[in-house]
């Protein structure tokens, strides 16, 4: 900030306005060890909008085996409230990776919402009426990416579509997270399975290269598999003729082993982080791995730091268009000051050489 405050004048700037905004609120420790990530404002102004900031709380999002249906119930006769809660729910899944199966689930469902649907919706704001507060907590550790994936085979009832996913860590912290309904059907679990392992190895490839770039040295990354079958065909080229309709796949991931770029692991399904990605769980495992998320309440030492630094508005504070437009209108007039700067530089420039010539 103040390398900004150098080229720009952001003295009137009230970035707490901003960060509002923004909706995700960062406390870091004195020494900038630990970061924790919520957004503790805009999960309870949603509770307020939805008028659920009375309902009783549950402890899981998504019943234990529960997958939604374009059939499971009459349509809504008017779509337009569930498809606003539900793109407002999208944004919390930034610092709520817990939330990313259910939401992804409700989404599918946008042109046409029925009421069991509509239920989905309510029980994910029940759960987070429970713990609106939870957030993700960042804390140094080891320079090395480990990734985790999991496939959930033909797990849409009416297109028969398996369920992708991922979640990448850095030194115990996840940074990237997705869940997705693959675009094609597959002809087996392995299959899935193995699509699946090429596209976080494609990921995983992409945030090692990136790493490179800013000069940060990583040991090779580990990713982690509970599919036999697929961590086999990376290493044993005699499988190779039984998928040859992955061959693209294949090679690309088993260039990758062979160059030691990475090590693909066998890992229990018991131990299996992704999980919480694909399907409803038990409220005791849900809870299991929401906690290897790093998703907890903030820790004492960061709201005592927090009380050290200004602190973002009252939840009734209402944050105006006017003061963002204002913002914006100063940080625009600096750029063109800085570029109408740059351009006369520039002539004076063309006139000295044209001089010398």
């Not at 103040?2 to 707490?16: A, E, I, K, V």
């Not at 997958?67 to 337009?80: E, G, N, R, T």
């Not at 046409?112 to 509509?118: A, T, V």
């Not at 392992?197 to 580990?222: C, N, Q």
């Amino acid at each position: 900030m103040s390398s900004l405050s150098c080229s720009w004048d952001l003295s009137g700037c009230n970035f707490s306005l901003i960060q509002e905004k923004i909706a995700i609120h960062c406390q870091h420790s004195s020494s900038y060890s630990d970061l924790y990530l919520s957004q503790t404002i805009y999960i309870t102004k949603l509770l307020l909008r939805t008028q659920f900031q009375d309902a009783k709380s549950i402890n899981s999002h998504v019943p234990a085996g529960r997958k939604l249906s374009l059939y499971d119930a009459d349509p809504l006769p008017d779509a337009s409230m569930y498809r606003s809660i539900v793109g407002a729910i999208q944004y919390i899944t930034f610092t709520r990776a817990d939330l990313s199966f259910a939401v992804n689930q409700v989404c599918q469902f946008m042109h046409q919402p029925s009421s069991s649907h509509w239920m989905a919706v309510k029980r994910i704001l029940c759960y987070l009426k429970k713990i609106p507060t939870h957030g993700l907590l960042y804390k140094p550790g080891a320079l090395s990416l480990q990734g985790f994936l999991d496939a959930d085979y033909d797990s849409d009832p009416d297109d028969r579509h398996s369920t992708d996913c991922y979640c990448i860590y850095l030194g115990g912290c996840p940074i990237p997270w997705s869940t997705k309904k693959h675009r094609t059907i597959s002809r087996s679990g392995t299959e899935a399975e193995y699509r699946q392992l090429a596209y976080t190895v494609t990921e995983i490839s992409w945030l090692h290269s990136l790493f490179r770039d800013l000069h940060i040295s990583l040991i090779t990354p580990i990713i982690c598999c509970d599919n036999i079958s697929s961590i086999s065909f990376t290493s044993n080229p005699i499988f190779h003729s039984k998928i040859k309709h992955l061959e693209i796949d294949y090679h690309y991931v088993r260039d990758k082993v062979v160059r030691r770029e990475l090590h693909i692991r066998y890992i229990h399904t018991a131990d299996q982080v992704a999980d919480i990605f694909t399907k409803g769980l038990s409220s005791a495992r849900f809870a299991l791995l929401s906690a290897k998320l790093t998703l907890r309440e903030c820790p004492i030492s960061l709201r005592v730091c927090d009380r050290k630094i200004k602190s973002l508005p009252d939840s009734s504070t209402k944050v105006t268009s006017d003061q963002i437009h204002l913002v914006v209108s100063r940080l625009n007039n600096n750029n063109k000051i800085r570029s109408s700067r740059s351009e006369s530089q520039k002539e004076s420039i063309r006139a000295s050489r044209s001089t010398s010539q």
